[in-house]
């Protein structure tokens, strides 16, 4: 193992993956700081507690639409200055949104900074697949997909100490300010690293492949349980089983930690197995549902606190191994755009579960059917994925596949 990380040809390597991970890191928490700032900002906006979630969906319809966006641009300029582009971009409506003086101008902003941030995964991902090779891949994705985690986890921490010392305003102006100083860095040291010429395969081709299409559902799922238990968990332990809000919130903490420290645990651990992805993360999303369902029948602190890392590691182990999949079958020439589509679909899920949950909740008025209603999708993303057609090693894949069509001879 120790050569595994350490050999030269690797060691190389691990500046890029930094500067993408930061990059990812940033953004998340860009996107994460409206949730711990919504309250004090809604009140000195004039918006109502209802109106809030207005602010949420404007991000990540701009956040669905640049993932498609960015991965096409990453296939066709590189990733380094799509990844940069976007970051500095972000961080500037970042800056802009800690000035705004109506609800109107702050729902637009925050569609704008959506519109930037999605495009760094796209980007990130195809640089790393430029940079590492399958058997490596598992372990970066890894590494490079805990900076969603993370990101939850600094705004949560900083954005209400902010607060308290300052207002809501000066989180987005720090947070805008050091995303902004991210992107000159990487900028400036990242390297895009260029494989043999080949044809710029069709789009057509991606849009057309029924392996990316399921993936992409799989995400969904797999996201649907996700962001809906960190959307919606707090609330309904505080309403639902009457625990107080700071116990609640360290019950979200362990969940994110878990998640965070888990993913390139087990993207090593497949690398190293080399027996593919997919049955893992199928497994992930069984016991995510399972883990969601327990969840729902639990009553007190103690409970959701010994359950919350093991909900944790399944809401998020499945993250690494599905976007490790997506180079293997596109191909590393579409693997930008393959990336920024399956992502964009599998994000429908935190732009659609809030509503949901909360219409089943107000309906029933039930705790455990709210998570009920959580558990159908990671278990739906499941049985999506146990249909996709995994390549077994990247000199045999099936005939008909994206990525043989795209391969160099």
Known sequence: MNDYITSPALRGRWGVLLLCWASLTMTSVDRSAWGPSSLQAGAALGVSLAGLGAFATAYYVGYVLSNIGGGLLGDRLGGRVVLSGSLFMAGGFMVAFGFVPSAGAGIAVQALIGLCAGADFAAGVKLITSWFGERERGLAMGVFTMATSLGTMIANAVVPRLIQSYDWRASYHLFGVVSMGLALLCLALLRDRRGPSVRPPPLRDLVRDRDLLLLGLAGFGGVWGTYGFVTWSNALMVTG?????????????????????????????????????????????????????????????????????????????????????????????????????????????????????????????????????????????????????????????????????????
């Open 241 to 409: 089983r009457g625990i107080d809000p700071v116990a609640a919130g360290t019950v979200v903490v362990v969940f994110a930690a878990a998640g965070a420290a888990g993913k390139p645990v087990i993207g090593l651990a497949t690398d190293l197995a080399g027996r593919g992805r997919k049955r893992p993360a199928v497994a992930v999303l069984v016991a995510f549902a399972g883990c969601l369902l327990m969840f729902g029948g639990l009553e007190s602190e103690t409970a959701f606190l010994a359950m919350a890392a093991f909900a944790g590691l399944g809401a998020y182990l499945y993250s690494p191994l599905l976007v490790a999949m997506v180079p293997g079958l596109s191909g590393a020439a579409l693997a930008g755009s393959a990336a920024g589509g399956t992502n964009a679909l599998a994000q429908l899920g935190s732009v659609t579960v809030p509503v949901v949950v909360g219409a089943v909740y107000q309906a029933t008025g039930s705790f455990s059917a709210a998570f009920a209603t959580l558990a159908v999708g990671p278990l739906a993303g499941a049985v999506a994925l146990s249909f996709v057609r995994e390549p077994e090693t990247p000199a045999r894949r099936r005939a008909p596949s994206l990525a043989k069509r795209n391969r160099v001879p």
